[in-house]
């Protein structure tokens, strides 16, 4: 099997930062490409930073140049550097991440954290 777990979200003051990590453990043969979304009270989740197994990143337009995605291979970990944090970037943050699994080798999974909490106050 394999495991998402997400850490480093808490509370901030508008204009900080926090940084995100999250990290894949289990049968795993490769990682195609990790991702982080955020989900607000009362709206759907949505795609903040995603990065790829060639390092090609692509960011939602509201947190372009604010936001920093990158890996770290050799520990299978996904950070989400997030500066001049506003209060409209609170939400629950989900790490994701496609997976070939040991041992198939072949089918690729998707797979999600449990999320953690990031709030921004005024």
């Known amino acids: 099997q394999v495991q998402l777990v997400e850490s480093g979200g808490g509370l901030v003051q508008a204009g900080g930062s926090l940084r995100l990590s999250c990290s894949a453990s289990?049968?795993?043969?490769?990682?195609?490409?990790m991702a982080w979304y955020r989900q607000a009270p009362g709206k759907q989740r949505e795609m903040v930073a995603t990065?790829?197994?060639?390092?090609?990143?692509n960011y939602a337009d509201s947190v372009k140049a604010r936001f920093t995605i990158s890996r770290d291979y050799a520990k299978n970990t996904v950070y989400l550097q997030m500066n001049s944090l506003k209060p409209e970037d609170t939400a629950v943050y989900y790490c994701?991440?496609?997976?070939?699994?040991?041992?198939?080798?072949?089918?690729?999974?998707?797979?999600w954290g449990q999320g953690t909490q990031v709030t921004v106050s005024s």
């Open positions: 994701n991440a496609e997976i070939t699994r040991m041992p198939d080798r072949v089918v690729r999974y998707n797979y």
């Open positions: 289990g049968s795993i043969f490769s990682i195609n490409y």
């Open positions: 990065i790829t197994s060639g390092d090609s990143t």
